[in-house]
Protein backbone atom coordinates (compact mmCIF):
# COMPACT_ATOMS: atom_id res chain seq x y z
CA UNK A 1 0.00 0.00 0.00
CA UNK A 2 1.14 3.78 -1.13
CA UNK A 3 0.96 6.52 0.94
CA UNK A 4 1.58 9.83 -0.02
CA UNK A 5 2.46 12.66 3.18
CA UNK A 6 2.83 16.63 2.73
CA UNK A 7 4.68 18.95 4.67
CA UNK A 8 6.32 22.43 4.48
CA UNK A 9 2.89 24.44 4.46
CA UNK A 10 2.53 27.51 6.45
CA UNK A 11 2.06 31.12 6.84
CA UNK A 12 4.09 33.73 4.80
CA UNK A 13 4.04 37.03 3.28
CA UNK A 14 3.39 37.76 -0.36
CA UNK A 15 7.05 37.84 -2.01
CA UNK A 16 7.86 35.01 -0.08
CA UNK A 17 9.09 31.51 -0.48
CA UNK A 18 7.39 28.20 1.08
CA UNK A 19 8.94 24.88 -0.39
CA UNK A 20 6.77 21.75 0.20
CA UNK A 21 7.63 17.87 0.28
CA UNK A 22 5.82 15.08 -0.52
CA UNK A 23 7.50 11.67 0.73
CA UNK A 24 5.87 8.44 -0.17
CA UNK A 25 5.92 4.97 1.79
CA UNK A 26 5.80 2.08 -0.35
CA UNK A 27 7.25 1.64 -4.08
CA UNK A 28 6.95 5.04 -6.13
CA UNK A 29 8.45 3.94 -9.18
CA UNK A 30 5.38 2.69 -10.31
CA UNK A 31 3.93 6.20 -10.33
CA UNK A 32 4.20 7.32 -14.45
CA UNK A 33 3.41 10.78 -12.76
CA UNK A 34 3.58 12.53 -9.60
CA UNK A 35 2.30 15.96 -8.72
CA UNK A 36 0.97 18.78 -6.58
CA UNK A 37 -2.94 20.38 -6.98
CA UNK A 38 -4.15 22.70 -5.06
CA UNK A 39 -7.60 24.09 -3.43
CA UNK A 40 -8.38 27.33 -2.68
CA UNK A 41 -11.85 27.30 -0.42
CA UNK A 42 -14.84 27.25 -2.22
CA UNK A 43 -13.12 26.79 -5.57
CA UNK A 44 -12.24 23.80 -7.37
CA UNK A 45 -9.14 21.30 -7.10
CA UNK A 46 -6.80 22.42 -9.84
CA UNK A 47 -3.33 21.08 -11.35
CA UNK A 48 0.15 23.21 -10.24
CA UNK A 49 2.83 21.08 -11.05
CA UNK A 50 3.48 17.53 -12.18
CA UNK A 51 6.66 15.58 -13.11
CA UNK A 52 6.99 12.26 -15.05
CA UNK A 53 8.97 9.71 -14.10
CA UNK A 54 11.79 10.77 -16.84
CA UNK A 55 11.72 14.30 -15.14
CA UNK A 56 9.26 15.58 -18.11
CA UNK A 57 7.59 18.66 -16.13
CA UNK A 58 4.53 20.90 -16.45
CA UNK A 59 3.33 23.50 -14.54
CA UNK A 60 0.18 25.83 -14.62
CA UNK A 61 0.35 29.12 -16.19
CA UNK A 62 -0.55 30.74 -13.00
CA UNK A 63 2.38 29.61 -11.48
CA UNK A 64 4.65 29.62 -13.92
CA UNK A 65 8.67 31.24 -13.23
CA UNK A 66 7.30 31.30 -9.79
CA UNK A 67 6.76 27.13 -9.27
CA UNK A 68 9.05 24.58 -9.89
CA UNK A 69 9.06 20.97 -9.24
CA UNK A 70 11.51 18.22 -8.65
CA UNK A 71 11.25 14.69 -8.18
CA UNK A 72 13.80 12.26 -6.53
CA UNK A 73 12.80 8.32 -7.11
CA UNK A 74 15.58 7.59 -4.94
CA UNK A 75 14.31 9.34 -1.73
CA UNK A 76 10.87 8.55 -2.57
CA UNK A 77 9.95 12.60 -2.72
CA UNK A 78 8.12 15.09 -5.23
CA UNK A 79 9.08 18.61 -3.81
CA UNK A 80 6.84 22.08 -4.80
CA UNK A 81 9.64 24.97 -4.91
CA UNK A 82 7.06 27.80 -4.60
CA UNK A 83 8.70 31.44 -5.16
CA UNK A 84 7.25 35.24 -5.02
CA UNK A 85 3.73 33.80 -3.68
CA UNK A 86 1.07 35.86 -3.57
CA UNK A 87 -2.38 35.67 -1.55
CA UNK A 88 -3.89 33.82 -4.65
CA UNK A 89 -1.66 30.79 -4.00
CA UNK A 90 -3.62 30.40 -0.85
CA UNK A 91 -5.14 27.16 -0.44
CA UNK A 92 -4.83 23.56 0.51
CA UNK A 93 -2.14 21.68 -1.56
CA UNK A 94 -1.98 17.54 -2.38
CA UNK A 95 0.24 15.86 -3.86
CA UNK A 96 -0.52 13.09 -5.80
CA UNK A 97 0.19 9.65 -7.80
CA UNK A 98 -1.01 8.41 -10.93
CA UNK A 99 -0.50 5.05 -11.48
CA UNK A 100 0.74 2.97 -15.11
CA UNK A 101 -2.97 1.59 -13.95
CA UNK A 102 -4.52 5.09 -13.94
CA UNK A 103 -4.99 5.02 -10.04
CA UNK A 104 -4.24 7.82 -8.67
CA UNK A 105 -3.00 8.24 -4.94
CA UNK A 106 -3.37 10.75 -2.42
CA UNK A 107 -2.15 12.83 0.36
CA UNK A 108 -3.55 14.32 3.06
CA UNK A 109 -2.93 17.85 2.14
CA UNK A 110 -0.89 20.76 3.51
CA UNK A 111 -2.34 24.20 4.07
CA UNK A 112 -0.21 26.97 2.55
CA UNK A 113 -1.66 30.99 3.27
CA UNK A 114 0.03 33.74 1.93
CA UNK A 115 -0.86 37.45 3.49
CA UNK A 116 -0.67 40.79 1.91
Known amino acids: QVQLVESGGGLVQAGGSLRLSCVAS????????MGWYRQPVGKQRELVASVTRDGSTDIADSVKGRFSIARDNLKKTVDLQMNWLKPEDTAVYYC??????????WGQGTQVTVSP
Open 96 to 105: YGLSALGTVH
Open 26 to 33: GSIFSFNT
